[in-house]
């Protein structure tokens, strides 16, 4: 089952998302358990795997619209490891916290992992798991959006208080995470006033303005270049030769808007809706297309893409295969 707005990853193909490599770390690799327990504990990876294990099949839903479904992950039940450290009674969130190069963390309340039994994972598909995908050691966590699976688990702490992670306290990540009621992200704090006054300038320029509402809006020659827009709402716009420059439009609605020679150059449209969208002349060269989407599942409703319309052909392969599709005859490649 695919949660709300979700679309399959091409087949065989597991994106790289966020951080791409660990931190250089000392031999052996350990993974530690601390904060509110009565006994704190450190497994080296040859002691971890010592451990029972288990092997199961984890759907991968990424906040940017891909899914993968039926990986197969193979480790150490976290709640294993947590009853072996016994938490606290105050204990009531864990932080998980990577051997990575901006001690990338993120955390979920113990509740949640008790109902989600995440895994301590070493092996993808019967093989270690790749280092790019968090190998030796990663947290999998089902039925949350991907960015609570830890790549490269070093250090889980337990506290009484929540500590928000990189992308949840950094990049407005939604804390909650639940691809069934799409906790994509929260919106930027912007009264009423000052989006209004944004809109009518007509210049976004480097400007954080994630789910803003624009429905509708005459926005024609935009400057939003380098601008955080994402999840943010410009179904109907009229956004001819917009400058969206290196913006991040990642999940943000475009669905109906005209964008007739909008510079879209490397720009984050991951997880982006164009459907409907006028897109002739518009550049997409170096736009970065994972799990965007030109054509609805149903194939009624598409943009208007055609040879004027560019894309690095290299890009096209991050679309889900009907999405590739649809593109390649649209620009009659
Ligand atoms: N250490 C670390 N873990 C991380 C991230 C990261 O940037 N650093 N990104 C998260 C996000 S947003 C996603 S979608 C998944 C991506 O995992 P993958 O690259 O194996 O697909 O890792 C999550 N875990
Ligand atoms: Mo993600």
Redesign the pocket.
């Known amino acids: 089952m695919l949660p709300p707005n979700q679309q399959l990853a091409a087949p065989g193909k ?6 791409r490599q660990p931190a250089a770390w000392s031999e052996p690799w350990t993974v530690a358990i601390g904060g509110l327990a009565a006994r704190p504990a450190i497994w080296t990876l040859a002691e971890l795997q010592q451990l029972p294990q288990v092997s199961q099949e984890i759907d ?1 839903h ?3 619209r891909w899914s993968k479904l039926g990986c197969r992950f193979g480790g150490v039940p976290m709640l294993d490891l947590l009853d072996q450290v016994q938490p606290a009674r105050e204990a009531r969130f864990a932080s998980f916290i ?1 051997q ?1 190069p901006r001690q ?1 963390s ?1 955390s979920l309340p113990l509740d949640d992992l008790r109902r989600l039994q995440p895994l301590v994972a070493f092996s993808y598909g019967e093989q270690p798991l790749a280092s ?3 190998g030796p050691v ?1 947290v999998i966590v089902p039925g949350k ?3 609570k ?4 688990l070093a250090r889980i702490e337990l506290l009484a208080e929540d500590r928000l992670g ?2 949840e306290a950094e990049a407005g990540y939604h804390n909650g995470a639940d691809p069934w009621r799409e906790e994509r992200y929260l919106a930027a704090t912007l009264s009423r006033n000052e989006a209004a006054a944004v809109l009518a300038s007509r210049d976004f320029t480097g400007r954080d303005l994630r789910s803003l509402d624009a429905r509708g809006r005459d926005l024609a020659g935009l400057r939003a270049s380098g601008a955080l827009l994402r999840d943010a709402d410009f179904r109907g716009c009229n956004l001819q030769r917009a400058d969206f420059s290196n913006a991040n439009l990642s999940n943000a609605r475009l669905q109906q808007a005209d964008l007739r020679e909008a510079m879209l150059r490397g720009a984050d449209v991951e997880g982006a809706d164009f459907c409907g969208a006028d897109l002739r002349g518009a550049d997409f060269r170096g736009a970065s297309l994972l799990g965007t989407t030109f054509i609805s599942d149903d194939g009624q409703l598409a943009a208007l893409v055609d040879a004027s319309t560019h894309f690095d052909l290299d890009r096209q392969d991050d679309l889900a295969p009907p999405q590739a599709q649809f593109i390649r005859a649209a620009i009659g490649s």
Not at 14 to 19: C, K, L, R, S, Y
Not at 149 to 152: I, R, V
């Open positions: 597991w994106p790289i998302v966020g951080e991968i990424c906040v940017t990577a990575s990338h993120t790019d995908h968090g990663r959006y991907f960015y699976s830890l790549k490269w990189y992308w």
